[in-house]
């Protein structure tokens, strides 16, 4: 793929083979788990043998994100099966690692459930905070580095190339979430990074339909522990999500303007409004983020946080929306609310809403945004 082309060119056209006559201009999904081996010995000549190591219907996926994040893409049943295996191919029992202590609250519960049985030496360092530390030297020793930027569900932002130049000298390996973020908004690889991941279930798929994830790198050694430990572990896609997914991409760069657009509208709505405070959306002049964000991602994307007096402002202002939904998650083309702090984990005020801005007409949600924040 032309590395020249616009984002809308990039998203339809990600992973599409050379055009063949009569073919389908997008593969169809292939339902199978077990193939023909013949009587040559398995997988020779490249050929598949069995869906949980080699499915078409994967790489097809595969190599769509590959092209938008820059590098070899791994696909995943789920972000948390993606975060997991990089995670776990990487580092081991006696190792430290370096996560994002507001960042996704999943996966600070995978490293308490799970990594610290392993043995795994667990440190947590904020986002705005991840920088000093690696000036500082203070990452010598880690084996790993995870960050995620802009973070969830507060939108902090941190310099990846600074970081990635920090991780390289201490001899760690970093991996970047970039699922707020999405390939189109920003390019971890490009910045320094070994690793970057995503939940595909959020904006990169967008229609709150499907449950995926992916690793991408540059790195030949990498792919191969990832590739391995998501093989023997069967955290694989299922070929009709993967093949879905695919197709959902195409309207990627469509689906992110217009959230923009609407969390522009939103985050300045919000903030010129009595009734909310701390206001967040890192393209907004006066965010505390807004600096680096407009210098390391390529565009917006269509989340914003906000503060209200409590959860009982909360629960007035989604009774009188009817358009702002609530639901967890985020990226959808519906638009959201999530009182964050309902499933604990986050260390967020009772007040502390994600909004998700959808894909609905800007006028009409910043105008049923704006008659509910009047009814507080």
Same mark, same amino acid.
């Not at 903030?271 to 565009?299: E, F, I, K, N």
């Given at each position: 793929?032309?590395?020249?082309?616009?984002?809308?060119?990039?998203?339809?056209?990600?992973?599409?083979?050379?055009?063949?006559?009569?073919?389908?201009?997008?593969?169809?999904?292939?339902?199978?788990?077990?193939?023909?081996?013949?009587?040559?010995?398995?997988?020779?000549?490249?050929?598949?043998?069995?869906?949980?190591?080699?499915?078409?219907?994967?790489?097809?996926?595969?190599?769509?994100?590959?092209?938008?994040?820059?590098?070899?893409?791994?696909?995943?049943?789920?972000?948390?099966?993606?975060?997991?295996?990089?995670?776990?191919?990487?580092?081991?029992?006696?190792?430290?690692?370096?996560?994002?202590?507001?960042?996704?609250?999943?996966?600070?519960?995978?490293?308490?459930?799970?990594?610290?049985?392993?043995?795994?030496?667990?440190?947590?360092?904020?986002?705005?905070? @991840?920088? =000093? +530390? &690696?000036?500082?030297?203070?990452? *010598? /020793? %880690?084996? #790993?580095?995870?960050?995620? $930027?802009?973070?969830? !569900?507060?939108?902090?932002?941190?310099? @990846?190339? =600074? +970081? &990635?130049?920090?991780?390289?000298? *201490? /001899? %760690?390996? #970093?991996?970047?979430?970039? $699922?707020?973020?999405? !390939?189109?908004?920003?390019?971890?690889?490009?910045?320094?990074?070994?690793?970057?991941?995503?939940?595909?279930?959020?904006? #990169?798929?967008?229609?709150?339909?499907?449950?995926?994830?992916?690793?991408?790198?540059?790195?030949?050694?990498?792919?191969?522990?990832?590739?391995?430990?998501?093989?023997?572990?069967?955290?694989?896609?299922?070929?009709?999500?993967?093949?879905?997914?695919?197709?959902?991409?195409?309207?990627?760069?469509?689906?992110?303007?217009?959230?923009?657009?609407?969390?522009?509208?939103?985050?300045?709505?919000?903030?010129?409004?009595?009734?909310?405070?701390?206001?967040?959306?890192?393209?907004?002049?006066?965010?505390?983020?807004?600096?680096?964000?407009?210098?390391?991602?390529?565009?917006?994307?269509?989340?914003?946080?906000?503060?209200?007096?409590?959860?009982?402002?909360?629960?007035?202002?989604?009774?009188?929306?009817?358009?702002?939904?609530?639901?967890?998650?985020?990226?959808?083309?519906?638009?959201?609310?999530?009182?964050?702090?309902?499933?604990?984990?986050?260390?967020?005020?009772?007040?502390?809403?994600?909004?998700?801005?959808?894909?609905?007409?800007?006028?009409?949600?910043?105008?049923?945004?704006?008659?509910?924040?009047?009814?507080?």
């Amino acid at each position: 793929m032309d590395a020249s082309w616009g984002d809308g060119t990039r998203s339809v056209r990600a992973g599409e083979p050379a055009p063949v006559p009569g073919a389908p201009l997008r593969p169809s999904p292939v339902f199978a788990a077990p193939y023909h081996l013949g009587d040559q010995p398995p997988r020779a000549g490249g050929a598949d043998a069995y869906a949980r190591t080699e499915h078409p219907t994967f790489r097809v996926l595969e190599a769509a994100v590959g092209e938008l994040d820059g590098g070899r893409c791994l696909s995943f049943a789920t972000g948390m099966a993606a975060i997991g295996a990089a995670v776990l191919a990487v580092a081991g029992a006696g190792d430290r690692v370096v996560l994002p202590s507001d960042g996704y609250y999943t996966t600070r519960l995978l490293a308490r459930e799970e990594l610290e049985r392993f043995g795994v030496r667990v440190e947590y360092v904020a986002t705005p905070e @991840i920088e =000093a +530390v &690696a000036a500082r030297g203070d990452l *010598a /020793g %880690a084996r #790993l580095v995870l960050i995620e $930027t802009p973070s969830n !569900p507060q939108l902090d932002v941190c310099d @990846i190339a =600074a +970081v &990635a130049r920090a991780t390289r000298a *201490a /001899g %760690a390996v #970093l991996a970047v979430d970039n $699922t707020t973020a999405t !390939p189109l908004g920003q390019r971890p690889l490009e910045l320094g990074a070994d690793l970057t991941l995503g939940s595909d279930t959020k904006a #990169l798929t967008g229609h709150s339909d499907l449950l995926l994830g992916h690793v991408s790198t540059t790195h030949d050694e990498l792919y191969a522990r990832v590739k391995a430990f998501r093989d023997s572990t069967g955290s694989v896609p299922g070929p009709f999500e993967a093949w879905l997914g695919h197709r959902s991409m195409s309207t990627l760069d469509l689906r992110l303007a217009r959230q923009a657009a609407t969390a522009a509208a939103v985050a300045e709505l919000l903030a010129t409004h009595p009734s909310v405070t701390g206001v967040r959306w890192p393209w907004r002049p006066g965010d505390p983020s807004h600096a680096l964000a407009t210098r390391q991602m390529l565009r917006p994307n269509g989340v914003v946080s906000a503060e209200l007096a409590d959860e009982a402002a909360v629960s007035t202002l989604l009774g009188a929306c009817r358009l702002w939904t609530a639901a967890t998650s985020f990226g959808g083309v519906h638009s959201t609310l999530d009182r964050r702090a309902q499933w604990g984990g986050d260390a967020v005020p009772a007040g502390f809403v994600r909004l998700s801005c959808g894909i609905e007409d800007t006028a009409d949600l910043v105008a049923d945004l704006g008659t509910a924040l009047d009814a507080l």
